[in-house]
Nanobody
Framework: QVQLVESGGGLVQAGESLTLSCVASGGRFSAYSMGWYRQAPGKQREFVAR???????NYDDSVKGRFTISRDNAKNAVYLQMNSLKVEDTAVYYC????????WGQGTQVTVSS
């Protein structure tokens, strides 16, 4: 059973940076595509970024050029470097992968103040 644990959230001011981490336990991490999603209060969970097993990536347009997803297979970890944060980036950020079913972490809160 694969489990995902996020960390690194916090309170920052607009324009600052933050890096989220997600560590996976169980399974063969290097074979998985890994993603980040976020959910703001009162809104649906939305896609942020994904990195595939081969290292290719894709991003939602709202974060392109500001966020970078990366992975370290030796550490079973995926990261989300977030630069130039905006108030509208405030949300709970979730790590995600899909095997036979969707697997989510517990989420980490990111709050960006103006």
């Amino acid at each position: 059973q694969v489990q995902l644990v996020e960390s690194g959230g916090g309170l920052v001011q607009a324009g600052e940076s933050l890096t989220l981490s997600c560590v996976a336990s169980g399974g063969r991490f290097s074979a998985y595509s890994m993603g980040w999603y976020r959910q703001a209060p009162g809104k649906q969970r939305e896609f942020v970024a994904r990195i595939f097993s081969g290292g290719s990536t894709n991003y939602d347009d709202s974060v392109k050029g500001r966020f970078t997803i990366s992975r370290d297979n030796a550490k079973n970890a995926v990261y989300l470097q977030m630069n130039s944060l905006k108030v509208e980036d405030t949300a709970v950020y979730y790590c995600h992968t899909i095997l036979q079913n969707d697997i989510w972490g517990q989420g980490t809160q990111v709050t960006v103040s103006s």
